[in-house]
C-alpha cells in the first residue's frame, strides 16, 4: 500500500486527466455520430489510448528508477524537491500566461476499427508532451521510490479512472439514446470552445500539486529559512 502522501497527489491527478479535452471530444463526436455500431469503435479508441499511456508509464517509471538507482540517495536529496518546486512553480506561472486561442477539433475520418485505434494512436503521440497530470504523477511516484508491484497497480488504475469519464457517457448514451443528445450536443459545444482554456487550468493544477509536493519534500521550514537568510 503506497503511503497516503504518494497516494493522495496521483489520485487526485488521476481525476484531473479526467476532464481530457481531446478524449471526452472525440467520445461525443463518435456517440453523435449517429453510426449504427459505436462501442467497438469507441472502445477500440479508449482501449488504445489507456494502454498507450500505460506503457508510456511504465517505461517511464522504469527509466526514472533506473536513474534514481544509479543516483543513491536522489529521492530523499533536497535538490529533487527543489526541482519540484521549480518546475510546479513553472507550470503554475505559465498556467496564467498561455495562450488560448480556439484549435479546430481532431476527429475521426470514419469509425472503423483501425482508424480508432490510429486516432488513439495519435492522442497518445501528439498529447503525450501535454499529459501533465500524467507525467506530474510519475514524478512522484518515481521520487516516493515505489517498489513495482506498488507503481505498476497504481498507473493501471489511474488509467482506468482516465477512461471512465466516457465509459459512463457511453452508458447514459445506452440508457437513454435521444433524450440525451441535446446535452451531449450542449457538453461538445462546451468542450470544442474551451479546450485551451481547460488545459491552462489543468497545468495550472498539476504545477500547483508538484509545487506543494516539492515543498513537503524539501520541508517548509527549509523554504522559510532559505526565503529568510
Same mark, same amino acid.
Do not use: C, K, Q
Given at each position: 500500500m503506497p503511503p497516503l502522501e504518494v497516494l493522495l497527489p496521483v489520485a487526485g491527478l488521476a481525476l484531473l486527466d479526467t476532464l481530457s479535452p481531446a478524449t471526452l471530444g472525440v467520445t461525443l463526436f463518435v456517440l453523435l455520430s449517429g453510426a449504427r455500431s459505436?462501442?467497438?469503435?469507441?472502445?477500440?479508441? @479508449?482501449?488504445?489510448?489507456?494502454l498507450f499511456y500505460f506503457t508510456l508509464g511504465c517505461? @517511464?517509471?522504469?527509466?526514472? &528508477?533506473?536513474?534514481? !538507482?544509479?543516483? %543513491?540517495?536522489? %529521492?530523499?536529496n533536497p535538490a529533487t524537491g527543489w526541482a519540484m518546486v521549480i518546475l510546479g512553480g513553472g507550470l503554475f506561472a505559465y498556467s496564467w500566461v498561455m495562450p488560448t486561442k480556439k484549435r479546430a477539433p481532431r476527429r475521426p475520418a470514419s469509425l472503423r476499427t483501425t482508424t480508432m485505434i490510429g486516432l488513439g494512436l495519435a492522442t497518445g503521440l501528439l498529447e503525450a508532451g501535454t499529459a501533465f497530470p500524467y507525467l506530474g504523477a510519475i514524478g512522484i511516484m518515481?521520487?516516493?521510490?515505489?517498489?513495482?508491484?506498488?507503481?505498476?497497480p497504481m498507473l493501471a488504475a489511474y488509467n482506468l479512472v482516465m477512461v471512465l469519464p466516457p465509459v459512463l457517457l457511453y452508458l447514459g448514451h445506452r440508457l437513454f439514446g435521444e433524450r440525451l443528445r441535446p446535452r451531449l450536443d450542449r457538453w461538445r459545444e462546451k468542450i470544442d470552445s474551451g479546450s485551451r482554456?481547460?488545459?491552462a487550468w489543468i497545468i495550472g493544477i498539476v504545477g500547483f500539486f508538484l509545487l506543494i509536493n516539492g515543498l513537503g519534500q524539501v520541508?517548509?521550514? !527549509?523554504?522559510? !529559512? %532559505? @526565503? @529568510? &537568510?
Open positions: 459505436i462501442a467497438r469503435p469507441l472502445f477500440a479508441y @479508449l482501449g488504445t489510448v489507456a517505461a @517511464l517509471m522504469l527509466g526514472l &528508477n533506473a536513474a534514481l !538507482d544509479r543516483l %543513491s540517495g536522489l %529521492s530523499d518515481g521520487t516516493a521510490g515505489l517498489a513495482a508491484h506498488t507503481w505498476v482554456e481547460a488545459l520541508g517548509f521550514t !527549509d523554504v522559510l !529559512d %532559505s @526565503l @529568510l &537568510n
